[in-house]
């Protein structure tokens, strides 16, 4: 929670460069997700489909925009194993994991105006909290099968962390009547499982999003 404090802080100070021109918005969307906990087989990562949606600012200093926002985003993944033995015994597995965030970018954007608005395109930092998170499976081993849950990957003990940080990379439009559209890849330069996981497993989130937003004239 210091770190979310600490960019706070850094918002504030940035405040006065752009105080000028302030507007407010709302944007919500759907994200898709993955990330680089396994490489290769037995175990295959894809996507996982969730949401974002939040609030934002925009300090406006006509080609160069400040934009912090807090938003809730539903990031994940999805997981499938296959392992055969020399004794025809096999193990057959599939799951996801689902993490909920609260997220915190800071954008810097470069605008170019044109006749309905602005096209923007810029980026920057992110960190992400994570308040619930969830995981399920279905393991099929040897033609019996039993499902696996649960519903906190926070226990005592739990190799998933609660923070995240990375870069963000936006793109968008934003008409002059206030409606906006942007699409924004994220990538977690931190891995989400502790030290103790990450020495073969990785585990960088990576999030393709597609969002619409009002901005309040």
Excluded: C, W
């Excluded at 918005?25 to 906990?37: F, H, K, P, R």
């Excluded at 926002?69 to 993944?77: D, I, M, R």
């Excluded at 020495?199 to 309040?216: C, I, L, P």
């Amino acid at each position: 929670m210091k770190k979310i404090f600490l960019l706070f802080l850094l918002f504030a100070a940035t405040h006065s460069l752009f105080a000028q021109s302030v507007k407010f918005g709302l944007s919500a969307g759907l994200n898709e997700s993955t990330n680089s906990t396994y490489q290769g087989s037995p175990t295959v990562i894809s996507g996982y489909k969730g949401f974002n949606a939040g609030v934002f600012a925009e300090f406006d200093q006509k080609k160069f925009s400040f934009e912090p926002g807090l938003f809730f985003s539903v990031k994940g993944y999805n997981a499938k194993t296959y392992i055969q033995y020399t004794d025809n015994a096999s193990v057959n597995a599939q799951g996801k994991v689902v993490l909920n965030y609260l997220e915190l970018p800071l954008n810097v954007l470069y605008n170019i105006r044109v006749p309905i608005g602005k096209l923007f395109i810029g980026g920057g930092p992110y960190f992400a909290y994570a308040i619930s998170g969830h995981s399920n499976s279905t393991v099929n081993q040897n033609g019996t099968t039993f499902t696996q849950s649960s519903n906190s990957l926070f226990n005592s003990g739990s190799p998933f962390k609660r923070t995240d940080f990375g870069l963000n990379a936006v793109a968008g439009l934003s008409l002059k009547n206030g409606i906006l559209f942007n699409l924004k890849y994220g990538y977690g330069l931190t891995s989400i499982f502790h030290s103790t996981q990450t020495s073969t497993d990785g585990g960088h989130n990576s999030v393709f999003s597609v969002s619409a937003g009002y901005m309040f004239l």
